[in-house]
């Protein structure tokens, strides 16, 4: 049998993957808030990269204040999606969906980032199935039935199984 590496060693040899906690905002009507970056063609659920030394929801309640400029109760994590490492990304990310709740009056509250936001629009789960990337639009319809079921979605690289 061998020996034991020393946790320093043992640790730095371990698989490292992102963290990136995303919010489910709905208006009254259901509909779901997107955002459309400036860096990137496509648009995403608000929401951004967990930082070292915060949790996922922590990240999640900093990025839509951030971004978005409101204060929101972060709720019950709704969908998990694991998605391996794929070019340009040299490491796997696991997305972490956390119920943001149903935003009254919107359009009032909303104060957008411009330097890392163009705009926002409350789409039809449709809608943003043609908004987001492929890879990540079932986050979606995932999220909102596990708001409906009190039941996290574990989605496999963008697909829900």
């Known amino acids: 049998m061998g020996e ?13 993957f992102h963290a990136a906690a995303a919010v489910l905002i709905t208006d009254p009507a259901g509909r779901v808030l997107l ?4 860096y990137r063609e496509s648009w995403l659920m ?12 922590d990240a999640a309640r900093r990025e839509v204040r951030e ?3 409101l204060t929101l109760d972060i709720g019950a994590l709704l969908a998990v999606d694991w998605a391996p490492a794929a070019d ?3 490491r796997a990310m696991v997305n972490l969906i956390f119920d943001g709740g149903v935003l009254e009056e ?5 104060r957008l980032r411009t330097q890392e936001l163009d705009s926002y629009a409350f789409v039809s789960v449709l809608e943003s199935a043609q908004l987001l990337p492929a890879a990540v639009a079932q986050r979606v319809p995932a999220s909102l039935e596990a708001r409906r079921s009190g039941a996290t979605r574990y989605l496999f690289g963008g697909v829900l199984r």
């Open 46 to 57: 608000p929401g951004g990269y967990v930082e070292a030394d915060e949790f996922p929801h």
């Open 88 to 90: 340009p990304r040299p």
């Open 35 to 38: 955002v459309k970056p400036n």
């Open 4 to 16: 034991w590496a020393p946790p320093e060693v043992h640790y730095a040899n371990l698989p490292t």
């Open 67 to 69: 971004e978005l400029g």
């Open 106 to 110: 919107a359009e009032h509250a909303i």
